[in-house]
């Protein structure tokens, strides 16, 4: 398998939304690299992925799966497999990564949320079954992201990152390192966000996500939630600093999934996860991730 | 324990009890119930929200509140069984044909199922239309023998109502809903897509009967000999020169010999 970085530059990408594409084939725009979501492109054909097709001639592409759910207790629904597959084919992006979560019931019921795993040995041995069926299918290493979590399972005995580690070692998979996800889940689940990024297998980091989160109050506390909603948070922005000081330049992607502001105020967003690479570039890194 | 988180947060996730989740979920301050809210909210108001994206007229016709209450009934009798949400949402129609709610409004289904053909008819295969020169020059004699595909995107609507005048009357774009006689005749709606946008055309009882023989792989003669059925106007050349402008055809598939005999 190629190595995951092979054709998405080290630089800031931004994920492709329907508002945009307009902008995007109305005229170059300064991003390094665009991701689409799997899902929103297995259409038999279409204006939208017409338009992906032409902006893949322009810009690296890399595919963002959020439905084949590694973490289903029955496996993987093989139909979704071979359809991933076939876009897979045709578009041939530069990377294609998943979630470390699930969202298929074990009646086939597709739940439309990246559902929370309990960090158990069972668990583990299921996520890392359905990581080899999917490179298996595809014929190709993925990356595989680290969740936003709400709820926690007292039955877990293995921290995430440990649990994290050992299904990059047992699978070859790669790692989509989303540092929103980790400062959303440090605050809702207790974890230290620095020693979780300390511990976590940087070597295996082939993308890095950021992204906005709100802060929803219940009765007695609050959580983070990961809505995609608003701008990059400054602790965001730290916590994606500290993890390039490790890994050194990878591809960092803009994500934003609702209240889509216009292109501008995101290309913003990308400029300064640009500058944020640059800087690591020209400091050096502590270690390389390739 | 994986196996049961599965199944109660299914339960707990699409309209069940979810006490049986709760009881696995580690809580502090904030307790389980409210963890699971927040699944509970991702999962339910984003399949009621891919529902009142590709439905806009249906929504604007009964009201948000309303669409939200019978698309959240809807997503809880029927969720998706597979992870692809570009096909979710066609059995919505039926549904509502099938929602007392919906009673007083008996076009509702009806509108629904065009703009749920409207989705599939973007989402579906690409192919080169057949253009006017590609007849151009034929004999009659052949033309009429000749089997043609209908283009992938098309797809044909017909409803006992006035369901295009309706959509027109209640397009999301329009500043104010226009006036309709919901009692007024039945239209068929002719769905397909040109260039990159998805586009409705009302025809006639012949017209429609023309295109689905057509459909069915019928020659051109055969097929017109339904239209002429449903309807003794329907004139072939000028639906042929209508159709072939708005890519309704997708090429030539076949082509009846002079020996066959008659069908």
Redesign the interface.
């Known amino acids: 398998m190629s190595a995951p970085t092979a054709r998405i530059p080290r630089r800031a990408g931004l994920g492709l939304r329907q508002p945009h594409i307009a902008d995007f084939l109305a005229a170059a725009q300064p991003v390094a690299w665009l991701e689409v979501h799997s899902?929103?492109h297995?259409?038999?054909?279409?204006?939208?992925n017409?338009a992906l097709a032409a902006l893949r001639r322009d810009y690296p592409v890399s595919c963002h799966g959020?439905?084949?759910?590694l973490?289903?207790?029955d496996g993987l629904?093989r139909?979704?497999l071979a359809?991933l597959r076939a876009l897979y084919d045709w578009l041939e992006p530069g990377l294609v990564s998943e979630h470390i979560a699930?969202?298929?019931?074990?009646?086939?019921?597709?739940?439309?949320?990246l559902?929370p795993?309990?960090y158990?040995e069972?668990?583990l041995a299921?996520l890392c079954r359905n990581i080899d069926q999917a490179q298996t299918a595809f014929g190709r290493q993925i990356l595989v992201e680290n969740p936003s979590s709400?709820?926690?399972?007292?039955?877990s005995t293995l921290a995430e990152w440990q649990f994290i580690a050992e299904a990059v070692a047992r699978t070859g998979c790669g790692l989509l390192l989303d540092v929103n996800n980790i400062h959303v889940s440090a605050h809702?689940t207790?974890f230290d966000a620095d020693a979780y990024l300390a511990s976590v297998p940087l070597a295996a980091v082939g993308e890095i996500h950021v992204a906005g989160h709100t802060l929803?109050r219940?009765?007695?506390?609050?959580?983070l939630?990961d809505s995609h909603d608003r701008p990059v948070t400054d602790a965001v922005w730290r916590l994606l600093a500290a993890a390039l000081a490790r890994t050194g330049p990878v591809p960092v992607l803009v994500e934003r999934d609702s209240e889509i502001p216009p292109l501008a105020e995101l290309l913003a967003e990308v400029a300064a996860a640009q500058a944020l690479l640059d800087r690591t570039a020209a400091g050096g890194a502590l270690t390389d991730a390739a | 324990m994986l196996r049961e988180i599965q199944r109660t947060f299914r339960t707990a996730l699409l309209g069940g009890d979810p006490a049986p989740a709760e009881a696995l979920v580690a809580g502090d301050t904030v307790i389980p119930a409210e963890r699971l809210l927040v699944h509970r909210n991702n999962a339910q108001l984003s399949l009621i929200g891919v529902l009142a994206s590709d439905f806009p007229v249906t929504r604007r016709i009964v009201g948000e509140d309303f669409f939200r209450e019978m698309a959240r009934q809807f997503v809880f009798a029927h969720p998706p069984q597979r992870p692809e949400l570009l096909a979710y949402g066609g059995g919505l129609p039926d549904f509502i044909a099938a929602f007392p709610p919906a009673r007083p409004l008996p076009y509702l289904a009806d509108v629904a199922r065009l703009e749920a053909a409207m989705k599939q008819s973007y989402f579906a295969a690409d192919a080169t239309p057949l253009s006017p020169a590609d007849l151009a020059g034929l004999q009659d004699e052949v033309a009429e023998k000749l089997v043609l595909a209908l283009h992938p995107s098309v797809r044909i609507v017909a409803s006992a109502h006035p369901i295009l005048t309706i959509h027109r009357a209640n397009r999301p774009d329009r500043a104010e809903v226009g006036r309709v006689n919901t009692a007024a005749p039945g239209q068929t709606v002719l769905v397909s897509r040109l260039a990159a946008d998805v586009v409705l055309d009302g025809i006639g009882h012949g017209d429609a009967a023309f295109l689905a023989a057509v459909g069915a792989g019928r020659p051109l003669a055969d097929a017109a000999a339904d239209g002429c059925l449903a309807d003794p106007d329907f004139d072939l050349q000028v639906s042929l020169t209508l159709h072939l402008a708005q890519g309704t055809f997708a090429g030539i598939i076949g082509r009846a010999r002079p020996q066959d005999p008659p069908t």
């Open positions: 899902e929103n297995l259409a038999d054909g279409g204006p939208r017409a959020v439905g084949l759910s973490g289903s207790v629904d139909g979704h359809r699930w969202s298929v019931a074990e009646d086939g019921t597709y739940l439309n949320d559902l795993l309990p158990t069972e668990a299921v709400y709820a926690a399972f007292p039955q809702n207790g929803h219940f009765a007695e506390g609050c959580l939630i």
